[in-house]
């Protein structure tokens, strides 16, 4: 059974940083590109950004509003991918989900964070 | 950015009809296109991908269709466990833009 469950949410303050982890297990993560989208509170989804396999040279891209301040990265040799968050905006403020493939075909439950003084 | 934009924003219905939400691009995305199920409190669940093709596992009630710029999913006869949150999104250039959903409700 395919499953990706984040980790790492939780309250931190404008301008600090901020990583999740996305931990996969059923599949072989290695051969899959990862994405992470957000959903702010009572909002619609929002594409953050997406990792591709070693296969495709493990290339990112990132939406507008977290380039140059989110980095997505992987270690295959755990199944695991992470999202590094800094410098924090109050409108970071999000559920965040790692999903399996560019467009996500299999998503995790989410983790809250809250960006907030 | 490609803008999705997603018709109507809520709906009410009941269990046995047929349902209809549609999804415009604001360019062309041949069909990289796909529709998502949410619930409350849960993460988005794929339907649809590529247009028209049925993720494993869900329910034949659910299809797809449509290139381009316009694309449909209907439920051919709502089930009380449909009654969600429905998101469009291309998939076709970065950024991945979804519309903005349609709440399906019980009527």
């Known amino acids: 059974e395919v499953q990706l469950v984040e980790s790492g949410g939780g309250l931190v303050q404008p301008g600090r940083s901020l990583r999740l982890s996305c931990t996969t297990s059923?599949?072989?993560?290695?051969?899959?590109?990862v994405s992470w989208f957000r959903q702010a509170p009572g909002k619609g989804l929002e594409w953050v950004g997406f990792?591709?396999?070693?296969?495709?040279?493990?290339?990112?891209e990132y939406a507008a509003s977290v380039k140059g301040r989110f980095t997505i990265s992987r270690d295959d040799s755990k199944s695991i991918a992470y999202l590094q968050m800094n410098s924090l905006k109050t409108e970071d403020t999000a559920v965040y989900f790692c999903?399996?493939?560019?467009?996500?075909?299999?998503w995790g439950q989410g983790t809250l964070v809250t960006v907030s003084s | 950015d490609i803008q999705m934009t997603q018709s109507p924003s809520s709906l009410s219905a009941s269990v046995g009809d047929r349902v209809t939400i549609t999804c415009r691009a604001s360019?062309?995305?041949?069909?990289?296109f796909n529709w998502f199920q949410q619930k409350p409190g849960k993460a988005p669940k794929l339907l649809i991908y590529g247009a028209s093709n049925l993720q494993t596992a869900v329910p034949s009630r659910f299809s797809g269709s449509g290139s381009g710029t316009d694309f449909t999913l209907t439920i051919s006869s709502l089930q009380p466990a449909d009654f969600a949150s429905y998101y469009c999104q291309q998939s076709f250039f970065t950024p991945y833009t979804f519309g903005q959903g349609t709440k399906l409700e019980i009527k």
């Open positions: 059923g599949f072989t993560f290695g051969d899959y590109g």
């Open positions: 990792i591709r396999s070693k296969a495709y040279g493990v290339t990112t």
């Open positions: 360019q062309s995305i041949s069909n990289y």
């Open positions: 999903s399996r493939i560019e467009y996500g075909d299999y």
